[in-house]
């Protein structure tokens, strides 16, 4: 427990039977948190989850080269994260009710962490609108044109140096 007596997050690696847990933050968190990237447009908004369901969250967590984590509190999911092999952040998206309180920042952790433990000196990722000044407070610096990965052009390719496990 924390000082304000709320329990500290684990972060650990998603398993299928996790994946309509995983899929609802994941859509909770673009249609209610990134609104400055979609602008509550429903084709850009249809767009960006067409891929979110538990199906394919499933897939994920069985896909090679790919770690998919979830930040969890008494087995609530609180924050999604995705990492492959070569070090590229996929996703880091946290449930609505738990921003601001650490969540995110501790899953990126665990994510460059998993990244290190691959052998990798430096995480990329394309950030949206919403996160660019999250992923900039954590390191992160621009790395290139934006781009109009989230349906905008709202996507900022990012990277940040990091310590390699050997």
């Given at each position: 427990m924390s000082a304000s007596g709320a329990a500290k997050p684990e972060v650990r690696d998603a398993a299928p039977e996790d994946a309509a847990a995983a899929c609802h933050v994941l859509r909770e968190?673009?249609?209610?948190?990134?609104?400055?990237?979609?602008?509550?447009?429903?084709?850009?908004?249809?767009?960006?989850?067409?891929n979110k369901t538990p199906e394919i969250v499933a897939e994920w967590t069985?896909?090679?080269?790919?770690?998919?984590?979830?930040?969890v509190e008494r087995d609530a999911v609180l924050a999604v994260g995705a990492v492959t092999d070569a070090g590229e952040?996929?996703?880091n998206y946290v449930a609505p009710n738990a921003?601001?309180?650490?969540?995110?920042r501790a899953l990126l952790r665990a994510l460059e962490a998993r990244a290190a433990d691959r052998g990798n000196r430096r995480c990329t990722l394309?950030?949206?609108e919403t996160?660019?000044?999250f992923y900039q407070s954590a390191g992160y610096i621009d790395d290139g044109a934006p781009?109009?990965?989230?349906?905008?052009?709202?996507?900022?390719?990012?990277?940040?140096?990091?310590?390699?496990?050997?």
């Open positions: 968190s673009i249609a209610q948190l990134c609104v400055a990237d979609h602008g509550n447009d429903p084709v850009i908004l249809n767009a960006w989850l067409a069985r896909q090679e080269g790919n770690s998919l984590l979830l930040a952040i996929r996703l921003r601001f309180r650490g969540v995110s394309t950030s949206t996160a660019h000044r781009t109009g990965k989230f349906g905008t052009a709202g996507g900022y390719p990012m990277s940040k140096e990091i310590v390699a496990k050997s």
